[in-house]
């Protein structure tokens, strides 16, 4: 349901968010999580080997990469069309539903795909539409949360990733090689994940009047300034900029260091069973994730300080990236897993709450979130790139490792350069 007050969308919140509006989006962001990590840790892997079992690798790689492509755009798109939205149901909740609803065609159709096109073309119908949820339901935090409240908000709304990331896994578990099943289990996770949202929004109505300039002069006739618009200057807003630089270069930084963990566990470490590894570090790495990222929000609210956390948990994450370099052994692997899943817990409530602070205007949260959040994606079709040189030519996994580390820590030296926020 929205709210009616006037101005209220454009104003910066000062009444304390309800627990029941926490869980909402919580719930929005376990549903999208599942969507997305079901897929691609399983199900995507499956029906590439029954659609075309010997060249499956190239398979997986087309449909991902697709996909990931299709995210970068569509997280600003749709944040963007939130910030301009003038419905009596508010600027966020109709993007939610759409782009939800948009996800459950694409993982229904997905089940019975005949051709690696056609999965392709659903699998980056699904990315469109749950990453056009995610932006606009990300908008809505600093929409309605004050900045006070902002760190436990950002830790708890982390901890719906985390549990969604885990949820998705589960998922291609109990579907094994059914993977029509999963996608099934998928959606309706998604379906289910937004509906109390719906009811429980309280999302704040743009009056039509406010839209001013900011309106598309026509239907698409201005496609050219639409992405041009996107583009928010370092130089007017320069803590925007460090602060996109930096999750830019911590997400890298993770990505390294998970993107090869199979094969690292069965060529260095020599794991009898790499898969059922991957399994367990998975899981210390998220309980600890979401232990910190609580932890980490109550403790930055509780000081009123932002700046020192995030640099903590980046060189937290850079040390887990060290360890797993200069200690290839099982232990050396569990107690990487379990000090990358507190430095990046502690790093995902902290620097959200950070990021939101440094927006340049109210009026475009969707569309600024948008950008920030190729920050997470960009770094999915980049660590391929960096990685598999890294490991084939110049050195392996301890190269790679010390890398990640590098580019870890590099994240922790630019945030200082932020200097509207403590």
Known sequence: MASQAPGAALAEPETLVRARWTFAVILVNVGINTAFFGPIQVLLGVQAIALDEANKEGVLALVTGAGAAVSLVAN?????????????????????????????????????????????????????????????????VPDQVPVRQRGRVGGLVSMGTVVGILAG???????????????????????????????????????????????????????????????????????????????????VGNHLVTLYLLFFLRDSVKFDNPAFGVLILTGLYAVMTLLTAVLGGLWTDRVGRRKPFVIGSSAIIALAALILAFAPTWTGAVV?????????????????????????????????????????????????????PLVAYLGGYITLYVVAAVIGLLGAVFVVKIKGVQ
């Open 336 to 388: 990487g897993a379990l000090v990358l899943g507190v430095g990046y817990g502690a790093y995902l409530a902290v620097d959200f709450a950070l990021l939101t602070q440094v927006l340049p205007s109210a009026a475009d949260r969707g569309k600024d979130l948008g950008v920030i959040n190729v920050a997470n994606s960009l770094p999915q079709v980049i660590a391929p790139v960096i990685a598999y």
């Open 76 to 140: 600003p798109i749709f944040g963007t069309f939130s910030d301009r939205t003038t419905s009596r149901f508010g600027r966020r909740v109709p993007w939610v539903l759409i782009g939800a609803v948009l996800g459950v065609i694409g993982l229904v159709g997905l089940a019975g795909a005949p051709t690696v096109a056609a999965m392709t073309a659903l699998w980056c119908l699904v990315q469109l539409g749950c990453n056009g949820a995610l932006a606009a339901v990300t908008a809505a």
């Open 169 to 251: 896994a589960a998922v291609g578990a109990v579907a094994g090689g059914n993977y029509p099943l999963g996608y099934g289990l998928s959606a309706a996770a998604l379906a289910v994940g937004i509906v109390p949202y719906l009811f429980l929004s309280n999302d704040h109505r743009l009056p039509p009047r406010t839209r001013g300039a900011r309106s598309w002069r026509g239907a698409w006739d201005a496609v050219v300034t639409f992405f041009v618009a996107f583009w928010i200057s370092p130089r007017k807003h320069p803590d925007f900029g460090w602060a996109w630089l930096t999750r830019f270069l911590v997400n």
